[in-house]
């Protein structure tokens, strides 16, 4: 039977300004069969998406691909065109981006854009396409589908949307299907469905599946082989059982060594390279910036009794209750966790207390005072956000070290800080301040997304989903870093994440939501010990993880943080 793909000694490459090349991918070779699901897994700037784009066609100028070949089907890829004559992308090809708000319309309903690619390649009328858009919304659990199909993308959740592009990937019946960190803005049950999904259609269908991603349980549950890359190289290749349980070499090892444990709690999450000078000294500057405001354990944040409505008012009838009766208080120096599946509220009720959303019910208390949609500038800058989407919350048409400026401008802190030290402390270089944000990876721009947050020395910092974007090993910098800064000042932080293992390292106490309300709040310990709701059970139990497999072993001299 044909190969579903099959790359062999692909070689990527990009011009520089002085006349040489950088190769973003050198010597990858791998191949998929029918019914199997391969994981390119490596760090941010790998080259993975750029695996991934040449096989779609959407390998974009100035990069060409300079040696090897790639054949899907059977079929080879014309190298000079980046095309293959006669396949059809969307219909023999289906693609899982990483960014759904960018792979969605915001102009079409979701209906329209299910039934957009049906109408062309499968040539069906307008109601056989609805009818199979509202099929495939309820495949991937899509919570009412018949009034989603009239809702344009804004109106959704980030993981709601994601499962939308996935619906969208699989409307066509593709034959191989590339998934870019599919599973990335999902909470842990939907992530469990798709996956299930994923697994059920490659082995039914004998759908090949090359499957990017930075989540090493994902790719322990569902991948057959796995291959790990490192500057555009391939590090190690084989069975995933093998590659994952007994990897050989040190990278591979250090890699799978900086998964979030679940089973305890870590001080701080073991890093594969130790910080550069820079680095250090950049985030030594920042942990001085943040000034302590409140004595340690003192009430910084109390909500009580909040809800949240959208739409309803005059004629508009009782609208939607997106968080009803939320109360809890955090402490200056603490770590909160806000946890829950896609849709739960936790976004909702974080965007709220950043200001950016009115409450409809009850009260919100900052530093003893109400906190209020309109704001004084001291209370603005004293609570900043990192939002889940790192794409758009960054302007495409300025330059990373301007959007930086901008809040040490706004809010004139005055202590002489740079775009490039605050550029620095989150782990990239010092030259990344002149570059704009698409041309980073999504891990990059999550992490100048943090950069920024942190420019306007915030007492709360609120952490919506910061890390979902990053591989494991710039997360683990990242979390350190965090973690750093409430050592080394106090900083507070408001942490909303669907990844458990990242919040059982981070968080002191942590609040499960369920359908707007917070059905269980504990101390880290005692909830992922010792669970009393039976929904934050079944959230648990769902986690993917490298249980069953060998532990692999800490490389010699590799650092933990």
Not at 337 to 343: A, D, P, T
Request: proline share 6%; aromatic share 4%; with cysteine.
């Amino acid at each position: 039977m044909t190969e579903a793909l099959q790359i062999e000694g692909l070689r990527v490459e990009y011009p520089r300004g002085d006349d040489t090349v950088m190769a973003a991918v050198d010597g990858l070779s791998l191949s998929i069969g029918p019914g199997e699901i391969h994981a390119l897994v490596g760090e941010s700037g790998a080259g993975k998406s750029t695996v991934g784009n040449c096989i779609m066609g959407l390998l974009d100028p100035p990069g060409r691909i300079a040696s090897g070949s790639i054949r899907i089907a059977g079929r080879a890829l014309n190298t000079a065109t980046g095309r293959v004559d006669g396949l059809r992308p969307g219909r023999d090809i289906g693609a899982i981006f990483q960014d759904p708000m960018t792979a969605l319309n915001p102009l079409f309903t979701i209906g329209q854009q299910l039934s957009e690619g049906m109408r062309h390649h499968l040539k069906i009328g307008k109601a056989e396409a609805r009818a199979k858009a509202l099929e495939l919304l309820r495949s991937v659990e899509i919570p009412e589908p018949e009034k989603r199909l009239d809702q344009y993308p804004h109106q959704l959740s980030g993981g709601q949307r994601q499962r939308v592009v996935i619906a969208s990937a699989l409307s066509c019946d593709p034959d191989l299907l590339v998934a870019d960190e599919p599973t990335t803005a999902l909470d842990v049950s939907v992530q469990a469905t798709i996956l299930d999904l994923l697994r059920d259609l490659a082995s039914r269908r004998k759908l090949g599946v090359l499957l990017i991603t930075h989540n090493m349980g994902v790719v322990a549950q569902i991948a057959d082989h796995v291959t790990i890359m490192r500057h555009g190289q391939t590090v190690e290749s084989g069975p995933s059982r093998q590659v994952l349980g007994r990897p050989s070499a040190d990278y591979a090892k250090a890699l799978i060594g900086a998964v979030p444990r679940l089973d305890r709690k870590l001080h701080r999450f073991p890093v594969i390279e130790a910080q550069h000078e820079g680095e250090a000294a950049a985030q030594e500057q920042i942990a001085a910036r943040v000034k302590r405001t409140v004595p340690e354990g003192t009430e910084l944040l109390s909500v009580e009794n909040v809800g949240i409505t959208y739409g309803g008012g005059f004629l508009g009838g009782p609208g939607f209750k997106a968080v009803e009766g939320a109360s809890f208080a955090v402490k200056r120096g603490e770590i909160f966790g806000i946890v829950g599946e896609s849709g739960s509220g936790k976004s909702t009720l974080a965007t709220a207390i950043a200001g950016l959303l009115p409450v409809s019910e009850g009260r919100m208390r900052f530093r003893g005072e109400p906190l209020r949609v309109r704001r004084p500038i001291p209370v603005r800058r004293a609570i900043q956000m990192i939002f889940q989407d790192p794409y758009s919350s960054l302007n495409p048409r300025m330059r990373t070290g301007a959007a930086i400026h901008e809040p040490l401008d706004f809010y004139d802190t005055g202590d002489g800080t740079t775009p490039e030290t605050l550029v620095e402390a989150v782990g990239l270089p010092r030259d990344a301040a002149a570059r704009y944000p698409h041309a980073f990876s999504g891990g990059q721009r999550q992490r100048i997304s943090i950069a920024r947050a942190l420019a306007g020395q915030p007492d709360l910092l609120i952490c919506d989903e910061p890390t979902s974007a990053l591989d494991v090993s710039v997360q683990a910098r990242v979390l350190n870093l965090l973690k750093d800064l409430r050592d080394r000042t106090g900083l507070t932080m408001l942490f909303i994440s669907h990844d458990l293992s990242v919040v059982r390292q981070m968080c002191d106490r942590i609040a499960v939501m369920k359908s707007g309300r917070i059905v269980e709040l504990e101390d880290a310990e005692t909830l992922f010990t010792r669970p009393r709701d039976p929904y934050t059970r079944d959230l648990l139990s769902l986690i993917p993880t490298l249980d069953g497999l060998a532990a692999a072993p800490q490389p010699a001299g590799a650092p933990l943080g």
